[in-house]
């Protein structure tokens, strides 16, 4: 599967971003898909998480009810709605896709994108 992030920019602290993940390829619906992102001089951090049905979501503790990740298998999408955003959520985002028939986590992943948080 091939995995495209959009939706990033720049916005001021409090304000609000949803960044996109298409998908190509193989189905979507046979990967979990994940978010995650990189700041500057940082490794790259697990932001969020959703299952293949979209019944089980996963959150990092410092976006949880601040952001929503959502997803259409028949459209290959998946999206992260970012509000509340916060300086320290500055970083690229990525999108990545976890094969269940692998044991390695997230084996796909796509070019970021930039989300810039201004104070």
């Known amino acids: 599967v091939q995995l495209q992030a959009s939706g990033g920019g720049l916005v001021q602290a409090g304000g609000s971003l949803r960044l996109s993940c298409a998908a190509s390829?193989?189905?979507?619906?046979?990967?979990?898909m994940g978010w995650f992102h990189q700041a500057p001089g940082k490794e790259r951090e697990f932001v969020a998480a959703?299952?293949?049905?979209?019944?089980?979501?996963y959150y990092a503790d410092s976006v949880t009810g601040r952001f929503t990740i959502s997803r259409d298998n028949a459209k290959f999408m998946v999206w992260l709605q970012m509000n509340s955003l916060k300086p320290d959520d500055t970083a690229v985002y990525f999108c990545?896709?976890?094969?269940?028939?692998?044991?390695?986590?997230?084996?796909?992943w796509g070019k970021g994108t930039l989300v810039t948080v201004s104070s």
């Open positions: 990545a896709a976890d094969d269940p028939a692998t044991t390695t986590a997230y084996d796909y």
């Open positions: 390829g193989r189905t979507l619906s046979h990967y979990l």
């Open positions: 959703i299952t293949r049905n979209s019944i089980n979501k």
